[in-house]
């Protein structure tokens, strides 16, 4: 079992930065990717970014957020990140941190789940 709990969300001005950890533990060295969800009211949970933190850190994210967001690990903390810059009020929804085996966009391919955090951009 690997356990994610995620933190560092909040009211943002648009423009604004914030930065989201997932904080992982258990049996982490079973998942080599770890990715970020969010699910806004009355739509369905989508993909925003995903690391693999085994070959290198490489990156996938949501064409929505690339050139905003950025993805990154630290292995000695068992800790992602997700920075968060230049925010639109369309960024608004519970983001989620996942672990998983492969950084893939589908969430049904990723085995662990955190409880989410809300993030809410002002315009």
């Known amino acids: 079992q690997v356990q994610l709990v995620e933190s560092g969300g909040g009211l943002v001005q648009a423009g604004g930065s914030l930065r989201l950890s997932c904080a992982a533990s258990?049996?982490?060295?079973?998942?080599?990717?770890m990715g970020w969800f969010r699910q806004a009211p009355g739509k369905e949970r989508e993909f925003v970014a995903a690391i693999n933190i085994w070959s290198g850190g490489s990156t996938n994210y949501a064409d929505s957020v690339k050139g905003r967001f950025t993805i990154s690990g630290d292995n000695a903390k068992n800790t992602v990140y997700l920075q968060m810059d230049s925010l639109k009020p369309e960024d608004t929804a519970v983001y989620y941190c996942?672990?998983?085996?492969?950084?893939?966009?589908?969430?049904?391919?990723?085995?662990?789940w955190g409880q989410g955090t809300q993030v809410t951009v002002s315009s």
């Open positions: 996942a672990a998983g085996v492969l950084t893939t966009t589908r969430a049904a391919q990723y085995y662990y």
């Open positions: 258990g049996r982490t060295f079973s998942s080599r990717a």
